[in-house]
């Protein structure tokens, strides 16, 4: 026979009216940030951005293109906002072709409201089509009521 088995068990912190949670990793946490921070990879190495900041700021474009008319290769897009000067526009392009911007302004200086540009080649065909045009703060949004 086996002899009397002896049991001792010790309750280091004694338990109490609050409950413990165990941490909440960060991936399950959502926070508001206006610039996050992301990380940027080169050719699968991580880069290191400028005064260790690499903030991402989304800036909304403005401006809105209402109507377009096309005669011959010249496009004339009409609408609020647009951009003021040619050295803001990155691209136009419409119907599969590249659009170059022009002003009679030796400055560059557009009205804000209108910019014409010389289709490259001759567009697609098709009357499906709408101009795109993108400026460094992103692309201009078109009217709702846009159409080719």
Request: proline fraction near 7%; hydrophobic fraction near 35%; aromatic fraction near 6%.
């Amino acid at each position: 026979m086996i002899g009397d088995i002896t049991y001792a068990a010790e309750t280091i912190i004694p338990y109490g009216k609050n409950l413990m949670f165990w941490p909440i990793p960060f991936e399950m946490l959502e926070t508001y940030e206006e610039k996050p921070q992301v990380k940027v990879m080169v050719d699968d190495m991580p880069a290191v951005c400028h005064s260790m900041d690499c903030g991402f700021l989304h800036v909304p474009a403005v401006g809105t293109v209402k109507s377009f008319s096309l005669a011959g290769m010249e496009l004339t897009l009409t609408g609020t906002d647009l951009p003021d000067n040619i050295s803001k526009i990155q691209s136009i392009t419409y119907a599969n072709s590249n659009c170059t911007a022009s002003s009679s302004d030796p400055k560059g200086t557009l009205s804000g409201t209108e910019v014409k540009c010389t289709l490259d080649r001759t567009p697609t065909c098709g009357a499906a089509w709408i101009p795109a045009l993108t400026t460094a703060m992103g692309n201009v949004a078109n009217d709702k009521d846009l159409k080719g």
